[in-house]
């Protein structure tokens, strides 16, 4: 039997809010890159995270991620440490800078960037005299990273830390919210994320003097004159007015969401937990809590009688979106020439990994349909 309705893998979740800020900026004009709700938006954003922490509202996350590289001093031809397993917009902006990113693999427990093989990489890089200017470690799918052996690492070298938390809004370790732990944190608000803008992002930022400078550098930076002058090269990276309105009301919604990401990937645990050959990204313990914004699961091909890809397309013949996991960096073309220091880790979790429907505004006949799917391809 088809499924008419299309079942997304994370779809944009509007609540009730939203569109009365949008109308409020309409109404008093404030139709630009700049006003009360971006200011507003970024205070609600502070205020969440609760480590006064200070926030820049971007156009998107990857934006955010090139700031923060600017800000950390990255220059041309300077070494900048990214973990594999992630979406491109995590490396990008280390070209956009002229840098040269060092990729390294993941660990099993969170499937986030090794510590044991980042320090291989520290040191590798020292000897050849280059010691790297940034450390960019991601915190996959919304599971929080091993912060603590990794800032301990970079704290022994010196190298500043910049916490890709565009998927992790929400999640936290030791009761401390993602992407506050670093130097720089940041947060993407596009469509599929945990909360949305329809596109968009924030810079996270220890302290005042750092924001505004993001602010700046994101305004096409304009020195303090009567006409236009610029002493710096800036950016048009500024989120717009209309939008931080929508941010507004997702921010009302935000924990309502998580819980719903949450008790869906509780469903499919309890759901699949008879089938051995299906594993989930898990919580390693008790101080980890992730917002899963993608359940993601391995799948044992010889066991389970059918790869992870094979599902995929079983799904997509029913109507169920699903996808693999992303291709590790040191695996993709344009980065065919950057180091890597690995283990097979990543690849393996590319291999035999699915990230399964996991939006908030899914129905329980959804998931339903996601788990039957499955079983279906469970060989007797
Ligand atoms: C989505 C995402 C980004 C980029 O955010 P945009 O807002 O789409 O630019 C960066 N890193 C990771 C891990 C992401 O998932």
Redesign the pocket.
Known sequence: MTNNKKIWLSSPHMGTHELGFIHEAFETNWVAPLGPNVDNFELDIAKYLNENRYVAALS???SA?HLALVLSGVERGDHVICQSL??S??ANPIVYQGGIPVFVDSETDTWNMSPELMEEAIVCCMKMKKKPKAIIV?HLYGMPAKMEEILKIAEKYEISVIE?A??ALGSSLHNRKCGTFSDYGIL???GN?IITTS???ALICKNKEQADRARFLSTQARDNAPYYQHSTIGYNYRMSNILAGIGRGQMMVLSERVEKRRQSNRFYRESLKDINEITFQSEPDKNYYSNFWLTSILIDPKEFGASSGQIRLAMEKENIESRPLWKPMHLQPVFKDAPFFGDGTSEKLFELGLCIPSGSNLEEDDLVAVVNCLKKYKQK
């Open positions: 998107s996350g990857t991620l992630t979406f917009a995590s991601v890709d565009a998927e993407s608000f596009n994320k596109g968009g992002g």
